[in-house]
């Protein structure tokens, strides 16, 4: 590429014949000003173009980034989940567990308790039955003592 600089110090060879060295000297020198011009904008444009693309790389570079944090996330949120799921399933488990604990726990003392009735029941009836017999026994006593009473007086009444 031709720079601003080798327009400025080009030397052209000198000829009888030819155009006006005059005319070639300041018309290179509006094309080296020109030039000059459009080769710093362009270098600026370059920049430019370069910063752009610079930036579209970190610009890529960031939404890969970004990208791959989302996969991540999304990654730990489902193994989250999925935790909190197996974590959840063994609470019910356990819940279960314990509450067929407590069931079986509460039917045994239902049935002791039921058993013990029962007892309580029998030896009522059975204590029922010996007072029965006893106060039986006690008003057969008491008629055979009147009995016996009434005998007396009346041998005592003979006599």
């Known amino acids: 590429m031709v720079t601003p600089n080798d327009i400025?110090?080009?030397?052209?060879?000198?000829?009888?014949?030819?155009?006006s060295p005059e005319e070639v000297d300041t018309f290179l020198d509006e094309i080296y000003e020109d030039y000059e011009r459009l080769y710093r904008e362009s270098r600026q444009e370059k920049a430019k173009t370069e910063t752009v693309s610079e930036?579209?790389?970190?610009?890529r570079n960031l939404e890969k980034t970004l990208e791959r944090t989302l996969t991540l996330a999304e990654a730990a949120?489902?193994?989250?989940?999925?935790?909190?799921?197996?974590?959840?399933?063994?609470?019910?488990?356990?819940?279960?567990?314990?509450?067929e604990q407590i069931l079986s726990a509460a039917r045994t003392k239902?049935?002791?308790?039921?058993?013990?009735?029962?007892?309580?029941?029998?030896?009522?009836?059975?204590?029922?039955?010996?007072?029965?017999?006893?106060?039986?026994?006690?008003?057969?006593?008491?008629?055979?003592?009147?009995?016996?009473?009434?005998?007396?007086?009346?041998?005592?009444?003979?006599?």
């Open 77 to 99: 949120a489902e193994e989250t989940k999925q935790a909190a799921q197996a974590e959840a399933q063994q609470i019910l488990e356990r819940a279960k567990l314990e509450r």
């Open 110 to 159: 239902v049935f002791e308790i039921q058993q013990e009735i029962e007892a309580l029941e029998n030896r009522y009836e059975l204590m029922r039955t010996r007072v029965k017999l006893l106060l039986y026994a006690e008003i057969e006593l008491l008629d055979k003592n009147e009995i016996l009473a009434e005998k007396e007086a009346a041998q005592e009444e003979k006599q």
């Open 55 to 59: 930036d579209t790389d970190r610009l």
């Open 8 to 19: 400025a110090t080009k030397d052209f060879k000198k000829v009888a014949v030819g155009y």
